[in-house]
């Protein structure tokens, strides 16, 4: 589980992420050591945040075992040769899902955010499942989307951006700021806290 979103100010967009990765081991959810995944990207033009699944199994005909493919190295490959993430790299995503039905446990989700041009900004929704696929393209009145631990969806709900929207770097201050401090409290009060590490962002103008 993570914590990611994507916030609309007037003059650009603020992403923002978690890097803690967490792995099942029986049936409960614990940090797991060997990875701290990449949950951010920036692209010319463009920045995403991905939630929910962070690998996935691919099964490739031509070989008996199953690989395990890591998000980050799906984007960044397709990023060093396209510098885009475009309607084509949801369908590979979605191909590969489709190999191994492992891969119906939990999806693969998307935040991107786009400069359409100077002043005018995009952010859209895409979920990625084992034999589905979910695009949602946000209005000029949606000021963010977040994905992720529910409890923290929760209290970014309550938080009033509007105010801090008039600039991008007052609001990757606030929501950055916010942010660490929820992981600091649901440290201290859950038994295992799925949001962590320390917080990324960055401001696409």
């Not at 039905?101 to 990625?128: C, D, L, M, T």
Request: glycine content about 8%; charged content about 20%.
């Amino acid at each position: 589980m993570s914590f990611t979103g994507i916030f609309k100010a007037k003059d650009g967009l603020v992403a923002l992420a978690d890097s803690k990765g967490s792995i099942e081991m029986n049936g409960k959810l614990r940090e797991d050591p060997s990875r701290n995944p990449q949950k951010l990207f920036a692209f010319p033009n463009g920045v995403a945040v991905t939630y929910g699944a962070n690998q996935i199994l691919v099964q490739n005909p031509n070989q008996i075992f199953t690989g395990k493919v890591l998000i980050e190295d799906l984007v960044n490959e397709y990023l060093a040769k396209h510098h885009t993430l475009d309607s084509n790299f949801f369908q590979s995503v979605l191909i590969k899902m489709g190999t191994n039905p492992s891969n119906k446990k939990e999806p693969v989700q998307f935040i991107v955010g786009r400069k359409i041009w100077a002043g005018e900004y995009r952010i859209e929704f895409h979920r990625i499942g084992y034999d589905y696929y979910v695009e949602k393209i946000g209005s000029n009145t949606d000021y963010c989307f977040t994905g992720g631990n529910e409890l923290y969806k929760q209290a970014f709900d309550q938080f009033e951006f509007i105010s801090c929207a008039t600039s991008a770097d007052i609001l990757r201050k606030y929501v950055a700021g916010k942010l660490q401090q929820l992981i600091d409290m649901y440290d201290e009060i859950l038994p295992y806290n799925s949001v962590g590490g320390s917080v990324k962002s960055y401001i696409l103008r």
